[in-house]
């Protein structure tokens, strides 16, 4: 389970770069930026990292899904972590990357995948108190917040605001 957290934080920490970098257009002058109905891609050199994307928000933010594929001449390669992509964009594609930014774009990595399993914990929590206060497990969310509030359990304000897993959606370091 850890595992595939880790997994999915750092896919999304990649997705929020690209998306940084679409939105920012934090790139060279002579790169390229192509989009297509059902993927984009970044293209210099004659080389390409092109991502898969379910949908374009009115404010330029892509929801992507899948691997980042990077394409020189015939050979395709799956970006299989964000210490590869950041290594392809500082290397191939002159998007200069520091020391600094690289430590905290893994710490944020390590810090999304900490919380997505807090989160899993807490889903499972609110099952078991369900299903312990005889309360239907299909109970509107507020309900069950305003009971465990009533019993003195929680505080209401505190819980709801330690919900929020994730920040900014185009900015990579943020929760």
Do not use: C
């Not at 999915?8 to 257009?25: G, P």
């Not at 309360?135 to 917040?145: A, G, K, V, Y």
């Amino acid at each position: 389970m850890m595992h595939q957290t880790w997994q999915l934080a750092d896919r999304n920490v990649q997705y929020r770069i690209f998306n940084a970098i679409i939105k920012e257009q934090i790139f060279p002058e002579n790169m390229f930026f192509n989009e297509y109905e059902h993927f984009v891609e970044l293209q210099i050199h004659g080389q390409v990292l092109k991502l898969q994307k379910s949908r374009k928000s009115a404010m330029e933010r892509y929801e992507f899904y899948g691997a980042i594929s990077y394409i020189k001449g015939k050979v395709e390669t799956e970006i299989a972590s964000l210490e590869q992509l950041l290594t392809v964009l500082d290397t191939h594609f002159d998007i200069p990357i520091s020391q600094r930014l690289t430590e905290e774009l893994l710490s944020s990595r390590e810090g999304f995948a900490l919380t997505y399993e807090h989160f899993n914990h807490r889903q499972s929590l609110i099952h078991a108190t369900l299903k312990f206060s005889k309360m239907p497990e299909t109970i509107n969310f507020f309900s069950w917040l305003q009971h465990m509030a009533d019993t003195e359990q929680i505080n209401d304000l505190s819980y709801s605001e330690s919900l929020v897993i994730e920040g900014h959606p185009t900015h990579p370091l943020s929760k």
